[in-house]
């Protein structure tokens, strides 16, 4: 709850919130230790030293004000490795000198002026020299020595083998999490395209959680194929073994006189339509292989298709090239349920395709009376039947004209969305695929 705001700035999938619980404890890690010792250890040692030269400093101006030294040296500088050059005051810089990235060289500075009353300025021009200005009775004196004298040597070493060991350490981390990973994205591979209606080959591998939840994945599949196998085969069975005493039926029609078979072979005909909107509805959305296909040339071809049939259809709008993954079959299939239920419930049928580089979207609209929005979910339903929305004199279905499009549009991972249209006024309905 107190850190809700933070989920915005999260990473999303799994692999980068481990690598973010990967990375930021080592990142920390390096901080809190790159602060101890700078605070403790060489900040400390920077400190002993200086205050180690300060007493030198002292030292050889007490000698140069006693005389027992000039202001260019003597053999007491020579020992402290120090060399000694008499200044005039304006040769004496204003202020100190110090390069912006040199952070020892602040805590010099800061420790000098404290223990060196005599001190003018401080000059740190790189990594080897140290000048430093001091008065004394002869005048200003400029003393110039080793800057290892004051400061630790190679102080970075520490920050480079930090940062080295860090990211070797961290790569190898990296490897050893993308394999971890690499069974999980292999199971949601399988997961996603079983969705879609296909079957990826998976074998379960990984850690132990990850083999149980694979296991469990491919007994879900299982079953899963296992009940639409036997809901296949049970409605291809009803089917052939209704059409043997529909053909009897046929037969023992066409005895009587034609006033009183008319409506007879109507009523078988009727049944054997609903028989195959029954098999229809069991085999479409698992019917063929995804395979890659132009939908622009498929929309027109089964457009041309229906104005050939008569049928009172447009394509008003086609856009976009290239080919997406479907099943030819099922989605021409749910396409002409479409255009089926519009032309039945309206006068004429508009149908447009879309392209883009993300989605696949086919639209058919009609100007019919439509499906009230709150009876849309139920509309998608099998066997549903909307005799308030739809007049059903105009023609008569079992109610899975919408229900297979809805199939067809999950197996290839879309959806069916209703709405009304803005052109025609009538029932508007999409499938939308995503790329």
């Known amino acids: 709850m107190f850190f809700g705001w933070l989920k915005q700035y999260m990473p999303r999938s799994l692999y980068g919130r481990a690598a973010l619980i990967l990375v930021l404890p080592v990142v920390l890690l ?6 101890v010792f700078i605070q403790r250890h060489f900040e400390g040692v920077t400190r002993q030293m200086t205050e180690t030269v300060s007493r030198e400093l002292r030292l050889v101006i007490g000698a140069v004000e006693a005389g027992e030294i000039d202001a260019t040296g003597g053999p007491l500088t020579e020992t402290l490795e120090m060399t000694l050059a008499p200044r005039s005051r304006m040769e004496v810089p204003r202020e100190n000198l110090r390069r912006w990235y040199d952070f020892s060289g602040l805590i010099i500075i800061d420790e000098l002026e404290q223990l060196l009353p005599e001190l003018m300025v401080l000059e740190l021009p790189d990594d080897d020299d140290v000048r430093v200005f001091v008065r004394t009775e002869a005048g200003p004196l400029e003393v110039e020595f080793d800057r290892l004298r004051v ?12 940062l080295f060991f860090g990211i070797l350490l961290t790569v190898i981390a990296f490897i050893y999490l993308r394999n971890q990973l690499r069974p999980i994205k292999r199971l949601a591979r399988a997961a996603e395209a079983f969705g879609r209606g296909r079957h990826v080959p998976y074998r379960p591998s990984g850690a132990i959680e ?5 296991n469990a994945f491919l007994d879900m599949r299982a079953r899963i194929e296992r009940q639409i196998e036997q809901r296949t085969l049970m409605l291809s069975g009803v089917s052939h073994d209704l059409r043997t005493p529909l053909t009897r039926l046929r037969l023992g029609l066409s005895l009587l006189d034609e006033e009183d078979r008319a409506p007879l072979e109507r009523d078988v005909d009727e049944m054997q339509r609903l028989l195959d909107e ?6 479409d959305a698992s019917e063929g292989e995804a ?16 104005q050939r049939a008569g049928q009172p259809v447009e394509l008003s709008h086609a856009a976009g090239e290239g080919e997406v993954a479907l099943r030819p079959v099922a989605m021409r299939r749910a396409v002409e349920n479409l255009i089926s239920n519009a032309v039945r419930y309206g006068s004429r049928a508009d149908v447009s395709v879309e392209l883009t580089d ?6 058919v609209e009609d100007d019919g009376p439509g499906i ?20 059903q004199n105009s023609g ?33 309905a999409d499938i939308v695929i995503a790329r």
Do not use: W, Y
Request: charged share 25%; glycine share 8%; with cysteine.
């Open 210 to 214: 990850v083999r149980a939840a694979g």
């Open 372 to 391: 009230p929005t709150d009876q849309r979910e139920e509309a998608m339903r099998p066997f549903t039947r909307l005799d308030e929305a739809r007049n």
């Open 278 to 283: 029954f098999l229809s509805f069991v085999r």
């Open 396 to 428: 008569s279905g079992v109610g899975l004209g919408l229900s297979i499009a809805v199939d067809v549009a999950r197996a290839h991972g879309g959806v069916l969305r209703l709405g009304q249209s803005d052109t025609l006024g009538g029932l508007r």
């Open 30 to 35: 390096q901080l809190v230790v790159s602060v």
């Open 151 to 162: 400061s630790a040597r190679n102080p970075h070493q520490l920050f480079a083998n930090m």
């Open 291 to 306: 395979e890659p296909t132009d939908p622009v040339a498929l929309v027109r071809d089964l457009v041309e298709d229906c």
């Open 358 to 363: 993300k989605s696949l979207r086919i639209r």
